[in-house]
């Protein structure tokens, strides 16, 4: 802009923090690095969720999921995690607005579900759907890493052993042309998807890698399983049944990033439950952080903190 008025870009965007943007006579100026709110854009349903904004140095954000990321989105942005911090803040509220929520939905973190239940206690908590099903996936990608770090050694080994022996080391070639290790490594993406959208290659080459390693078939079943569980229950009824099921496959097979999933799982099993109800998530908030990031970028960085807080509500408040 200051380019094509042919005048100092830093100079014209001091001009406007200093003369254009209302900023110095923001009623929020005192406080806004530190926190922010807007009461006025409290609806039935908000999210909550964290968002880095300089240097690692998280916020904890509000939203209004109705806004749909849009105007009158951001209901609070708060510095820090501590759920007792951002409690006494949110708490400045009116009582009778935080009333007015019937749903929030959070992550998987416990200070998240403590802040929900604290400042909304009208509310009930869902823990989002994607989070939760995130878990299992994870848990079958550490299988599999742990199977391709077990190829890689077992390759430095015979590659050692060609060394001593004055021979070339030639990798078995499996027949769709991968080597064991890179059957590992590029079974990465086909592992998060059913089988009914492999493509014919990853079709292939989910059958080498399920003869030579069964037990990543078992567990990716399971994934799956647990997928299932959010695509076709109709209520938290039948949800609980699924899960129950799920729950007795993990113990007849032991795996232990399983059990650790499963687990995690049980502790959150009340709020994971809870999203049947209405089937609400957490992604309007992902894509409200995606959006502030996207700002972020635009500005290569944020010098001013506050400044940068006061130019998202002008946006999303």
């Known amino acids: ?23 110095w006579k923001w009623l929020q100026l005192d406080h806004c690095q530190d926190w922010v709110l807007f009461e006025n854009n409290i609806e039935h349903i908000v999210c909550i969720d964290e968002v880095a904004l300089s240097d690692g140095e998280l916020y904890t954000v509000v939203t209004n999921a109705k806004a749909r990321c849009q105007k009158g989105s951001l209901i609070a942005m708060v510095k820090g995690t501590k759920s007792a911090d951002v409690s006494s803040i949110l708490q400045k509220l009116p009582l009778e607005k935080r009333m007015q929520v019937k749903e929030v939905t959070v992550d ?20 989002d759907r994607f989070h939760v099903q995130q878990l299992p996936s994870e848990a079958l990608q550490e299988m599999r890493i742990k199977y391709r770090w077990q190829a890689i050694e077992k390759e430095n080994q015979l590659i050692q052993q060609a060394k001593e022996n004055f021979q070339v080391y030639r990798p078995k070639i499996l027949p769709n ?27 292939e ?3 080498l890698l399920f003869k ?82 996207a700002f972020r970028a635009v500005f290569r960085g944020i010098n001013d903190i506050g400044f940068f807080i006061y130019r998202l509500s002008l946006i999303f408040a």
């Open 212 to 293: 030579y390693y069964p037990e990543l078939e078992k567990a990716y079943h399971l994934t799956m399983m647990f997928r299932s569980i959010y695509q076709h229950s109709s209520s938290a009824k039948e949800a609980l049944q699924g899960l129950n099921k799920w729950y007795e496959k993990i113990e007849k097979y032991k795996f232990a990033s399983f059990i650790t999933a499963a687990n995690s799982i049980k502790q959150h099993q009340q709020t994971i439950l809870a999203y049947f109800a209405n089937r609400s998530t957490n992604a309007l908030a992902e894509s409200f952080n995606s959006k502030v990031k």
């Open 205 to 207: 080459r989910a059958l």
């Open 108 to 127: 998987l973190a416990q200070n998240m579900e403590k802040i929900a239940r604290s400042c909304f206690p009208a509310a009930i908590v869902v823990s």
């Open 177 to 203: 042309g991968d080597t064991e290790k890179q059957l590992l490594a590029r079974s990465r993406y086909l592992l998060f998807k059913p089988s009914s959208k492999w493509t014919n290659s990853q079709q």
């Open 1 to 23: 802009m200051g380019k094509y008025f042919q005048v100092d870009g830093s100079n014209l965007a001091r001009q406007y923090k200093d003369y254009l943007s209302g900023f």
